[in-house]
T-cell receptor
Framework: KQEVTQIPAALSVPEGENLVLNCSFT??????LQWFRQDPGKGLTSLLL?????REQTSGRLNASLDKSSGRSTLYIAASQPGDSATYLC??????????FGTGTRLKVLA | SAVISQKPSRDICQRGTSLTIQCQVD?????MFWYRQQPGQSLTLIAT?????????ESGFVIDKFPISRPNLTFSTLTVSNMSPEDSSIYLC???????????FGQGTRLTVV
């Protein structure tokens, strides 16, 4: 059974710092991995999608990497801003087309 | 991409009543997914709604509590029945792209049961 874990569970950093969020999964047989952002009480916004054949994806200040063999992904946020404060979720999709979500990292960027 | 509209965006309900949540997609999709996110928790899949057949429920979720309709390829409803305070959660509708490689979510329904 696929399990997805994210560390740290919470993170508080001063504005301008570069930071790394971690995601690990137990079954490497995935189709892709997707990173989402969730603002309090809201739905999910897709940030980056990495297909199983890819190693990384970049969008603006965000960079996500994927190492399938070791069951790990990282989300790198450069030059963090207070507007980046949110919960970040990673999710993997496998053969059943269902997404299995991680436990999330609550990020707070202090001005 | 897909644009998903969910209604209502939030509601406060009395225990023992039922609430039906609607999910409308701007394109035809084979599968629609319903998730629950309890306070401070991650998302848990409730069921997969397929057009023309019964929904497939995940372990721990039953049709009597969470009946689902899927009348066509762009619409689905989830009903939370006989609600208790433990049902207070955000309920989210999701669809995949045609290749089933990317997920899109509605803005969610924030339910509070008092």
């Amino acid at each position: 059974k696929q399990e997805v874990t994210q560390i740290p569970a919470a993170l508080s950093v001063p504005e301008g710092e570069n930071l790394v969020l971690n995601c690990s999964f137990t079954d490497s047989a995935i189709y892709n991995l997707q990173w989402f952002r969730q603002d309090p009480g809201k739905g999910l916004t897709s940030l980056l999608l990495i297909q199983s054949s890819q190693r990384e994806q970049t969008s603006g200040r965000l960079n996500a990497s994927l190492d399938k063999s070791s069951g790990r992904s990282t989300l790198y946020i450069a030059a963090s801003q207070p507007g980046d404060s949110a919960t970040y979720l990673c999710a993997v999709i496998s053969g059943t087309y269902k997404y299995i979500f991680g436990t999330g990292t609550r990020l707070k960027v202090l001005a | 991409s897909a644009v998903i509209s969910q209604k209502p965006s939030r509601d406060i309900c009395q225990r023992g009543t039922s609430l039906t949540i609607q999910c409308q997609v701007d394109s035809q999709v084979t599968m629609m997914f319903w998730y629950r996110q309890q306070p401070g928790q991650s998302l848990t899949l409730i069921a997969t709604a397929n057009q023309g057949s019964e929904a497939t429920y995940e372990s721990g979720f039953v049709i009597d509590k969470f009946p689902i309709s899927r009348p066509n390829l762009t619409f689905s409803t989830l009903t939370v029945s006989n609600m208790s305070p433990e049902d207070s959660s955000i309920y989210l509708c999701s669809v995949n792209n045609r290749q089933n490689t990317e997920a899109f979510f509605g803005q969610g329904t924030r339910l509070t049961v008092v």
